[in-house]
């Protein structure tokens, strides 16, 4: 049945069905989507699909046009989930990613997906699960009304499944106004975060000023709500 399902996947050229894939993702999003190059699936045990120069929009109160922007992204798919209908990454791997997070005056983000469908309804994008991440030269930033614009720029990030649990290892570099930053921690699945469900971490931050750990879980994720966290020197 792999062998079957992996031919197939080899007969479809995913390039053809770009203009699809957009339409479905701009009305699932609520927000523009261009993708500059093409659209490459690799079959075999494990399916990797490739994307270049991904650009999605923002709502139409944000300052900066564009959300995300990436040059490219790499997924490796599991293919026994697939064969259920449901999205699991192997691995994603996302490079020279641009993420611009804002709040407006109602104190409405930019991050959250659910949107209007024929001004009744409201759908949300599908879930996930990722078992690996790697990032790489991101920079993310974040503008909330009234306030200042912070940015965060990251060398990279990984990701990696810890334990039976599905406990995520959280490593990362990066650098606040030009100053080194190491991240350290642990993460419960992706795919819990998305789900917008009861979100435990454990995260250490090592500064050349500071030095100091944050644990704990966020009853809402996607809106930053329901808070129950303590920080630590």
Same mark, same amino acid.
């Given at each position: *049945?792999?062998?079957?399902?992996?031919?197939?996947?080899?007969?479809?050229?995913?390039?053809?069905?770009?203009?699809?894939?957009?339409?479905?993702?701009?009305?699932?999003?609520?927000?523009?989507?261009?993708?500059?190059?093409?659209?490459?699936?690799?079959?075999?045990?494990?399916?990797?699909?490739?994307? &270049?120069?991904?650009?999605?929009?923002?709502?139409?109160?944000?300052?900066?046009?564009?959300?995300?922007?990436?040059?490219?992204?790499?997924?490796?798919? *599991?293919?026994?989930?697939?064969?259920?209908?449901?999205?699991?990454?192997?691995?994603?791997?996302?490079?020279?990613?641009?993420?611009?997070?804002?709040?407006?005056?109602?104190?409405?983000?930019?991050?959250?997906?659910?949107?209007?469908? &024929?001004?009744?309804?409201?759908? &949300?994008?599908?879930?996930?699960?990722?078992?690996?991440?790697?990032?790489?030269?991101?920079?993310?930033?974040?503008?909330?009304?009234?306030?200042?614009?912070?940015?965060?720029?990251?060398?990279?990030?990984?990701?990696?499944?810890?334990?039976?649990?599905?406990?995520?290892?959280?490593?990362?570099?990066?650098?606040?106004?030009?100053?080194?930053?190491?991240?350290?921690?642990?993460?419960?699945?992706?795919?819990?975060?998305?789900?917008?469900?009861?979100?435990?971490?454990?995260?250490?931050?090592?500064?050349?000023?500071?030095?100091?750990?944050?644990?704990?879980?966020?009853?809402?994720?996607?809106?930053?709500? *329901?808070? &129950?966290?303590?920080?630590?020197?």
């Amino acid at each position: *049945a792999f062998g079957i399902f992996a031919w197939l996947i080899s007969t479809v050229d995913i390039n053809r069905y770009k203009p699809e894939i957009i339409a479905a993702v701009e009305h699932m999003s609520g927000r523009t989507l261009v993708i500059v190059g093409d659209i490459s699936l690799h079959p075999n045990l494990i399916p990797t699909l490739k994307v &270049d120069g991904i650009r999605l929009g923002n709502l139409p109160w944000a300052k900066h046009p564009t959300m995300l922007s990436a040059d490219h992204v790499e997924a490796r798919l *599991a293919l026994v989930p697939l064969l259920f209908g449901e999205v699991s990454l192997r691995r994603l791997s996302i490079d020279n990613a641009e993420l611009n997070l804002e709040t407006n005056e109602s104190n409405q983000n930019n991050w959250s997906f659910a949107t209007e469908i &024929d001004g009744s309804q409201t759908f &949300d994008l599908p879930t996930f699960d990722i078992t690996a991440l790697e990032i790489n030269n991101t920079i993310i930033s974040h503008q909330a009304f009234g306030e200042g614009h912070n940015s965060l720029k990251i060398s990279d990030v990984n990701l990696r499944k810890k334990d039976s649990h599905n406990k995520l290892a959280l490593t990362a570099k990066a650098s606040v106004n030009g100053e080194k930053l190491t991240i350290l921690g642990e993460i419960d699945p992706i795919k819990r975060f998305f789900e917008n469900k009861g979100y435990h971490l454990s995260v250490n931050f090592k500064h050349r000023v500071f030095d100091f750990a944050i644990e704990g879980s966020v009853g809402q994720p996607l809106t930053l709500e *329901a808070l &129950d966290l303590f920080a630590t020197a």
